[in-house]
């Protein structure tokens, strides 16, 4: 089974930018995705991506802001986010899956996709706030 790493979280203004890291061990699964779960909320998918890193997947919450990648080479996944907004504050998960964790979003979304899932990490703080 995969296990994941997630780093790179921090606080910064509205409009800034921060770039999380996933890193897999021993190799990327099939999809990867990165969810977030603020204080009192349930946990929403925000990005995923397909092994090959060909297709990718986002919430509309933040398409145009934020971008999922993948480095093969060194088994990591990314998120660069960009123009942060303060209800992007939560705890930014990774996650990975089977090609059917993607097939699911892809059709139904990420709510449907999470039980899909099956390794997660423990998590990275995102805040931000002026």
């Known amino acids: 089974q995969v296990k994941v790493m997630e780093s790179g979280g921090g606080s910064v203004q509205p409009g800034g930018s921060l770039r999380l890291s996933c890193a897999a061990s021993p190799v990327i699964d099939s999809c990867m995705a990165w969810f977030r779960q603020a204080p009192g909320k349930q946990r929403e998918g925000v990005a995923a991506i397909y092994a090959g890193g060909a297709r990718t997947r986002y919430a509309a919450s933040v398409a145009g802001r934020f971008t999922i990648s993948q480095n093969n080479g060194v088994n990591m996944v990314y998120l660069q986010m960009n123009n942060l907004k303060p209800e992007d504050t939560a705890m930014y998960y990774c996650?990975?899956?089977?090609?059917?964790?993607?097939?699911?979003?892809?059709?139904?979304?990420?709510?449907?996709?999470?039980?899909?899932?099956?390794?997660w990490g423990q998590g990275t703080q995102v805040t931000v706030s002026s």
């Open positions: 996650a990975a899956g089977t090609l059917q964790a993607c097939n699911t979003w892809s059709l139904s979304g990420p709510d449907i996709a999470l039980p899909y899932f099956s390794s």
